[in-house]
C-alpha cells in the first residue's frame, strides 16, 4: 500500500509570494491533517479535513489555507509568504477524523522563503 | 491547553545499551499516546500508540508505557542499535478535540555511538 505522498519536495519562494503544496494520504484514508514544522517552534497543527471539509484549525492567520478533494487529496496554499514561513510541512492522514485513528506521514515539502 | 515536554532534549548512548525516553503531558484526558520517530529531513514514522485503557505497548525492541493519572509516558528501547539514531517524538490528541489534533512534544535527540 503506498503511503502518503507529498508534492513537490522542496520549493524555494520569494516573500510575498504565494504557494500550493499537494498531499495525497493512503488509499481509504478520509482524514488529512497539516503541520508545521520549524527548529524554534517545532510541530504545530495547521488544520484537518475529513470529507472534503475543514473539521479544526490551527492558530495560523488566514494567508494559510487548505481545501481537501473528493478522493481525499489535499491542498494546503499560503499567500503572501513571509520570511518566517520557511519551515517542512507535513502532511497526515488517517482512516476517520479525531483523534483515536493512527496518523501516518509524509515526507514533508521543505519551504524556503526568501 | 495540553502541554507535552520530553526530556532530555538530546542522548547520546553506546550501541547496544538499553535506553528509555520520556514524556510528559498536563492534561490526563486523552484518547491515546503515540510515539514517532523522525530521521533528518523526513517525515514522521509511527512507532507505537498506546490507547488510554492500556498500559503499555511492544513492538519488537520497543516497548511504550503510559500513566495517566502521572501524566507520563516511556519508550524504551533494548539493545540500541546506529539506525536508532533518530528524533523521538511523543504526541497525544485531546478527548475534548479542541482545535488541535494532536500537541506533540519537543522531542528528544537520540544518537547511538557504535
Known amino acids: 500500500k503506498a503511503g502518503v505522498t507529498q508534492t513537490p519536495r522542496y520549493l524555494i519562494k520569494t516573500r510575498g509570494q504565494q504557494v500550493t503544496l499537494s498531499c495525497s494520504p493512503i488509499s481509504g484514508h478520509r482524514s488529512v491533517s497539516w503541520y508545521q514544522q520549524t527548529p524554534g517552534q517545532g510541530l504545530q497543527f495547521l488544520f484537518e479535513y475529513f470529507s472534503e471539509t475543514q473539521r479544526n484549525k490551527g492558530n495560523f492567520p488566514g494567508r494559510f489555507s487548505g481545501r481537501q478533494f473528493s478522493n481525499s487529496r489535499s491542498e494546503m496554499n499560503v499567500s503572501t509568504l513571509e520570511l518566517g514561513d520557511s519551515a517542512l510541512y507535513l502532511c497526515?492522514?488517517?482512516?476517520?477524523?479525531?483523534?483515536?485513528?493512527?496518523?501516518?506521514f509524509g515526507n514533508g515539502t521543505r519551504l524556503t522563503v526568501t | 491547553k495540553q502541554e507535552v515536554t520530553q526530556i532530555p532534549a538530546a542522548l547520546s548512548v553506546p550501541e547496544g545499551e538499553n535506553l528509555v525516553l520520556n514524556c510528559s503531558f498536563t492534561?490526563?484526558?486523552?484518547?491515546?499516546l503515540q510515539w514517532f520517530r523522525q530521521d533528518p529531513g523526513k517525515g514522521l514514522t509511527s512507532l507505537l500508540l498506546?490507547?488510554?485503557?492500556?498500559r503499555e505497548q511492544t513492538s519488537g525492541r520497543l516497548n511504550a508505557s503510559l500513566d495517566k493519572s502521572s501524566g507520563r509516558s516511556t519508550l524504551y528501547i533494548a539493545a540500541s542499535q546506529p539506525g536508532d539514531s533518530a528524533t523521538y517524538l511523543c504526541?497525544?490528541?485531546?478527548?475534548?478535540?479542541?482545535?488541535?489534533?494532536?500537541?506533540f512534544g519537543t522531542g528528544t535527540r537520540l544518537t547511538i555511538i557504535p
Open positions: 498506546i490507547q488510554s485503557s492500556q
Open positions: 504526541a497525544v490528541p485531546p478527548l475534548n478535540f479542541g482545535n488541535e489534533k494532536l500537541t
Open positions: 497526515a492522514s488517517s482512516l476517520g477524523a479525531g483523534g483515536n485513528s493512527p496518523l501516518h
Open positions: 492534561d490526563s484526558a486523552i484518547y491515546n
